[in-house]
């Protein structure tokens, strides 16, 4: 199994800076994509930033511009730094993984408890 811990979530003005932290854990498992999903109160949860063990990106057009995120594939951390922030990025945000675990021989996503973010206006 594959634990996800989130770290980095608070308070923040708009404009402010926030950066979230995730590192996995476990053993026997190999990651393929990490990211990072939002889910503000009433509204679906949305995928925000991804990365492949390759390094590719790819962001939600919202934040484009506004958001990095990064990956240190031999700690097995996936951090995203989000800049210039508005109310609107206001949500509960989760770190996600695809994930190989050797005991179960297959690929499943695994999530995060949840770091929560607020922006004030």
């Known amino acids: 199994q594959v634990q996800l811990v989130e770290s980095g979530g608070g308070l923040v003005q708009a404009g402010g800076s926030l950066r979230l932290s995730c590192a996995a854990s476990g053993s026997g498992f190999s990651i393929n994509a990490m990211g990072w999903y939002r889910q503000a109160p009433g509204k679906q949860r949305e995928l925000v930033a991804r990365i492949t063990n390759g390094g590719s990106t790819n962001y939600v057009g919202s934040v484009e511009g506004r958001f990095t995120i990064s990956r240190d594939n031999a700690k097995n951390t996936v951090a995203l730094q989000m800049n210039s922030l508005k109310p609107e990025d206001t949500a509960v945000y989760y770190c996600?993984?695809?994930?190989?675990?050797?005991?179960?021989?297959?690929?499943?996503?695994?999530w995060g408890q949840g770091t929560q973010v607020t922006v004030s206006s």
């Open positions: 996600h993984a695809v994930a190989y675990t050797v005991v179960l021989h297959r690929w499943d996503d695994y």
